[in-house]
């Protein structure tokens, strides 16, 4: 519910003693259910420079950010012309005027909106098998995660194949280029190496926060890693997190963390060093099956959307 988020401190002497102190993390204005995505499901989420992007189980839409609550979000495919975008949207990405979208349904395809031309574009991938689970751009160009290998395209037409890994997580920042699935490995090549525990564990997101590059797993939490690729520091549900099974992972301008588990978002405060669980906050999305986060503050808004199984919320923050 909207209210002013604390986070207590105790602390125990050899005596058995004990002290505590509660000190004031932030204040949020709740979560608020946007029930305007049909179907519901929301696979991944992007904000851009007037929208914000929603790939989902039934296809593609947008939102307008200046006012989110407005009504029936329209499907990309309504709005543009060129070639449609398949169903079962699993990875957006806004970035330079153009808009990337991989769908479940549309294997070996990426597609592209310019935004400038109003035209979508499906452009072929190296492997015409592949399923693209993520998408993210940087100097060197955009790059497509998919399950069969990391394709790289610097001119925006064609693509190449940049790492011949499977992969679920793709960035591109300050830390670098990066890619992760069972491993974390640098763009475009490089020695993989493991943060997380090795068994069944995935990295479902990555972004960094200008020193330090973040993953979500889906079993073991989040893990902070230097750009020479040194971990940091774990974090699971023992320090506060929602949930270990993290699908999403985000970072406000401020260099908070903020992160989508299977039970709820959680906030990182970094001056405090403290995890701040969110699934308390009203809103029925907020605490089931998260699997997208993304932050707009353009324009003098600052809001935090969240979307899962059960559709998509908005938290506006002060």
Same mark, same amino acid.
């Given at each position: 519910? =909207?209210?002013?988020?604390?986070?207590?401190?105790?602390?125990?002497?050899?005596?058995?003693? !004990?002290?505590?102190?509660?000190?004031?993390?932030?204040?949020?204005?709740?979560?608020?259910?946007?029930?305007?995505?049909?179907?519901? @499901?929301?696979?991944?989420?992007?904000?851009?420079?007037?929208?914000?992007?929603?790939?989902?189980?039934?296809?593609?839409?947008?939102?307008?950010?200046?006012?989110?609550?407005?009504?029936?979000?329209?499907?990309?495919?309504?709005?543009?012309?060129?070639?449609?975008?398949?169903?079962?949207?699993?990875?957006?990405?806004?970035?330079?005027?153009?808009?990337?979208?991989?769908?479940?349904?549309?294997?070996?395809?990426?597609?592209?909106?310019?935004?400038?031309?109003?035209?979508?574009?499906?452009?072929?991938?190296?492997?015409?098998?592949?399923?693209?689970?993520?998408?993210?751009? %940087?100097?060197? %160009?955009?790059?497509?995660?998919?399950?069969?290998?990391?394709?790289?395209?610097?001119?925006?037409?064609?693509?190449?194949?940049?790492?011949?890994?499977?992969?679920?997580?793709?960035? !591109?920042?300050?830390?670098?280029?990066?890619?992760?699935?069972?491993?974390?490995?640098?763009?475009?090549?490089?020695?993989?190496?493991?943060?997380?525990?090795?068994?069944?564990?995935?990295?479902?997101?990555?972004? @960094?926060?200008?020193?330090?590059?973040?993953?979500?797993?889906?079993?073991?939490?989040?893990? &902070?890693?230097?750009?020479?690729? !040194?971990?940091?520091?774990?974090?699971?549900?023992?320090?506060?997190?929602?949930?270990?099974?993290?699908?999403?992972?985000?970072?406000?301008?401020?260099?908070?963390?903020?992160?989508?588990?299977?039970?709820?978002? &959680?906030?990182?405060?970094?001056?405090?060093?403290?995890?701040? =669980?969110?699934? @308390?906050?009203?809103?029925?999305?907020?605490?089931?099956?998260?699997?997208?986060?993304?932050?707009?503050?353009?324009?003098?808004?600052?809001?935090?959307?969240?979307?899962?199984?059960?559709?998509?919320?908005?938290?506006?923050? =002060?």
């Amino acid at each position: 519910m =909207p209210d002013q988020y604390t986070v207590t401190l105790t602390v125990t002497d050899t005596a058995g003693g !004990e002290m505590s102190a509660t000190v004031h993390a932030f204040d949020a204005l709740g979560f608020e259910d946007l029930n305007y995505v049909p179907g519901a @499901d929301v696979k991944d989420l992007s904000v851009g420079q007037d929208f914000l992007w929603i790939g989902a189980k039934d296809g593609a839409y947008q939102a307008d950010l200046t006012n989110p609550g407005a009504g029936a979000y329209p499907s990309v495919n309504d709005g543009y012309n060129g070639d449609s975008i398949a169903t079962d949207v699993r990875a957006v990405h806004e970035s330079g005027g153009y808009v990337w979208f991989g769908a479940e349904q549309a294997p070996g395809i990426a597609y592209r909106l310019d935004l400038t031309a109003n035209n979508i574009l499906a452009i072929a991938l190296p492997d015409p098998s592949a399923k693209v689970n993520d998408i993210s751009s %940087g100097a060197t %160009g955009v790059w497509c995660a998919s399950d069969k290998d990391v394709a790289l395209s610097t001119n925006l037409s064609t693509f190449a194949v940049g790492r011949g890994d499977a992969s679920d997580a793709v960035w !591109e920042g300050a830390t670098g280029a990066w890619s992760a699935k069972d491993s974390l490995f640098p763009l475009p090549a490089g020695d993989a190496f493991q943060v997380f525990t090795p068994g069944n564990d995935k990295t479902k997101g990555l972004a @960094d926060d200008g020193d330090l590059l973040w993953l979500a797993s889906d079993a073991n939490g989040v893990a &902070s890693v230097s750009a020479a690729g !040194e971990v940091q520091s774990l974090y699971t549900t023992a320090d506060n997190l929602s949930d270990d099974k993290a699908r999403s992972i985000t970072v406000d301008a401020t260099g908070d963390i903020w992160v989508a588990t299977m039970v709820g978002a &959680s906030r990182f405060k970094k001056d405090r060093k403290v995890w701040v =669980p969110m699934q @308390d906050s009203a809103g029925l999305v907020s605490r089931k099956d998260l699997k997208a986060i993304a932050i707009d503050e353009q324009n003098g808004r600052r809001a935090i959307y969240v979307g899962g199984s059960a559709g998509l919320a908005v938290m506006q923050l =002060p």
